[in-house]
């Protein structure tokens, strides 16, 4: 059968119940902190989404989004990049990049595809190529029911 989902986590006992704005997301990747290696940007790209909100939780098609859009059925404001074949959000600091639990146990998405995790760095060649080889998991955006 399908694999089960693992969600990325937010560590609500950060600063801010772990959200960051895009200023503070930029700055700890370009001094590359700790934190940088914890930090998930939500983003609408790629091809495939998990459908929880109508769909069971069955992988549809990007294109597919675009009726829940139509209908306003997501909280956030949403604009389709036709170049990017994505959905970007209108306001970047509209709780979309947040801290990771550092827990495997209670938080175990960010340690799904760590084979190359402190092997190398994550932007060279060598960690590519472990990545490529040793790591199958891949992450899809999912729409999920909102709180009121």
């Not at 801010?16 to 200023?23: D, K, S």
């Not at 059925?73 to 550092?102: A, H, N, S, T």
Request: proline share 8%; net charge negative.
């Amino acid at each position: 059968g399908k694999p089960r989902p693992y969600e990325y986590k937010r560590d609500a006992r950060a600063p801010r119940e772990g959200f960051l704005t895009n200023a503070e997301s930029d700055r700890s990747w370009e001094v590359k902190d700790e934190a940088s290696e914890y930090t998930m940007q939500v983003t609408l790209g790629g091809n495939w989404f998990r459908d929880d909100l109508g769909g069971g939780g069955r992988l549809r098609p990007m294109q597919d989004l675009h009726r829940y859009v139509r209908e306003g059925r997501v909280r956030q404001r949403l604009r389709w990049d036709p170049e990017g074949c994505q959905y970007e959000f209108e306001d970047l600091d509209d709780r979309v990049i947040y801290m990771g639990m550092e827990d495997p146990a209670a938080n175990p998405a960010p340690y799904c595809n760590d084979a190359a995790f402190g092997l190398a760095d994550g932007e060279s060649d060598a960690y590519d190529e472990i990545d490529a080889r040793n790591n199958a998991m891949v992450m899809v955006p999912a729409l999920t029911p909102a709180p009121p």
